[in-house]
């Protein structure tokens, strides 16, 4: 007896959601972040001043450290 299978298609979107979350800090830099997810493709590119990122990445890591703070309260 052969079983028929419903093909399921697994994604980990958080690359996704943390890309975004990043191009939403970056317009505050006047800079952007190219995303493409479109035909299982996964990249993500920065266009803007390259001294800028680790501005922006301390303040997208500092929305985590505050979320994790006040949660442990």
Same mark, same amino acid.
């Given at each position: 007896?052969?079983?028929?299978?419903?093909?399921?298609?697994?994604?980990?979107?958080?690359?996704?959601?943390? #890309?975004?979350?990043?191009?939403? #800090?970056?317009?505050?830099?006047?800079?952007?972040?190219?995303?493409?997810?479109?035909?299982?493709?996964?990249?993500?590119?920065?266009?803007?001043?390259?001294?800028?990122k680790?501005?922006?990445?301390?303040?997208?890591?500092?929305?985590?450290? #505050?979320?994790? #703070?006040?949660?442990?309260?």
């Open positions: 007896m052969r079983s028929e299978f419903i093909p399921i298609r697994v994604e980990d979107t958080n690359l996704e959601i943390m #890309a975004r979350i990043v191009k939403a #800090a970056s317009r505050k830099y006047n800079c952007d972040v190219e995303i493409d997810f479109s035909n299982n493709s996964r990249k993500v590119y920065f266009v803007g001043d390259e001294d800028l680790p501005h922006i990445t301390e303040e997208v890591l500092n929305m985590f450290d #505050a979320d994790m #703070a006040s949660s442990k309260d």
